[in-house]
């Protein structure tokens, strides 16, 4: 099977369900292979990492999908997403994830751990109240979801009585990350795209007349006083982006961890005797079952190199970071769970210029929960089997029934 194949197998049902068996196949053939036409394959950790930190490989944006994606323009989630942080190079990408970050800083974040785990522990009851006659409780609904939800909008300054629609909104407008989406899907990622666009127009009409101590308020102010620092269009589009990214990863995180604990209950009792702890827990989660499997990039310039092959100018590179996170010249036993390995450094939330802005809060969250959630219900067990999510690109769980005792 060469690369060309093993994309396209990827993309089928059982390759989505389970893609590791043909990360291993591509890793055959070498860190980086040739894929399907003007498109390279790098599944080596020091590949994609490399990749990654070059400035000269860039991200798919606005200028590039409309010069090779006929049609690019005529998807609203498509044209939202170009116009955040996501999808942007310099000096674009500089200026807005600048702004951004001067609000979102890593004090605040840490500030909020308090409130994270508060957030935890009334999780975790409304979950006993649920299965207190021994009925099964979905963990994604109850808790995976609902923690990084709630803290995500809490930053934002999104009210409570909101917050219940975003989980299928999420679903529907990260279609369009995904390798290929078909059209009812695409025309769903559409009709979510303008639905949050709206729904954070009137939310930053109302800060700007009443601004609070919110991240809203704070990018609004910004936007308001300079548009040449932030436009209109790009506020809008980055906080959809906050919105989903802030969530949509961590609840992936916290249902693949769990998957795992119940697969490993080994690392379940080194969770409760310490020889586990909740930081080194949450990386080999990120490492084993990564929620972020894929990100790609384009070479922008010329004379790019990848180790020691040559990228072609215009070349696209699918950087599999799922397949990365494996790989045996970077880890000892790359496919045996672990959670007590040291230096593990997983690429699960990126690295270089895109590295994820919410990698530490992601962290906190599952830490809190994972210490707080094995102390309450020690008898935690599966209640049949979960589903996964059909996505190659973003990698969780659907459902994840429990069973409380």
């Known amino acids: 099977m060469d690369g060309e194949a093993i994309v396209e197998q990827l993309m089928t049902v059982e390759g ?99 409130a994270v785990t508060a957030a935890v522990h009334r999780l975790l009851d409304e979950m006993a109240d649920r299965g207190a006659d021994g009925s099964p409780v979905d963990f994604m609904d109850a808790f995976a979801f609902r923690l990084p939800v709630g803290v995500i909008c809490e930053l934002l300054g999104v ?75 790009e506020l809008l589009a980055n906080l959809v982006l906050l919105l989903v990214a802030g969530f949509e990863t961590t609840t992936n995180l916290l249902g693949n961890g769990l998957a795992l604990l119940f697969r490993h209950p080994e690392a379940l009792a080194g969770l409760r005797d310490g020889g586990v702890t909740p930081a080194g827990f949450t990386d080999e989660v990120l490492r084993h079952d990564s929620p972020v499997q894929l990100t790609s990039r384009i070479a922008l310039t010329g004379g790019l190199r990848i180790g020691e092959l040559e990228v072609p100018y215009g070349s696209g590179v699918f950087l599999l970071i799922g397949a990365a996170n494996r790989d045996p010249d970077r880890y000892e036993h790359p496919d045996r769970f672990d959670p007590t390995r040291r230096d593990s450094q997983p690429l699960s939330f990126g690295a270089g210029p895109h590295y994820c802005l919410g990698a530490q809060l992601a962290r906190q969250e599952s830490q809190v929960a994972v210490r707080a959630l094995v102390d309450r219900f020690p008898a935690l067990a599966p209640a049949g089997e979960p589903v996964r999510r059909d996505r190659l690109v973003l990698r969780g769980y659907e459902t994840l029934p429990v069973i409380l005792r």
Do not use: C, K
């Open 159 to 233: 009210p409570e009585a909101d917050r219940y629609r975003f989980r299928g909104l999420a679903s529907e407008l990260t279609a369009t990350l995904e390798i290929i989406a078909t059209d009812e899907e695409l025309a769903a990622a559409d009709r979510a795209a303008d639905e949050l666009a709206g729904y954070f127009t009137e939310l930053a009409a109302a800060r700007t007349a009443h601004p609070r101590d919110d991240l809203v308020s704070a990018l609004v102010e910004v936007a308001a006083a300079d548009e040449s620092r932030l436009s209109g269009p």
């Open 16 to 114: 989505r369900r389970d893609p590791y068996p043909l990360y291993e196949l591509a890793r055959t053939l070498g860190p980086v292979i040739p894929g399907p036409p003007d498109l390279l394959l790098a599944v080596g950790y020091r590949e994609v990492n490399q990749v990654l930190r070059n400035m000269g490989f860039a991200v798919a944006d606005t200028a590039t999908r409309e010069r090779w994606e006929p049609g690019f323009a005529d998807h609203s989630s498509r044209v939202l997403f170009s116009r955040s942080i996501l999808e942007s190079n310099a000096p674009h990408h500089a200026r807005m994830r600048s702004l951004i970050a001067s609000v979102f800083t890593p004090r605040r974040v840490a500030a909020l751990e308090p």
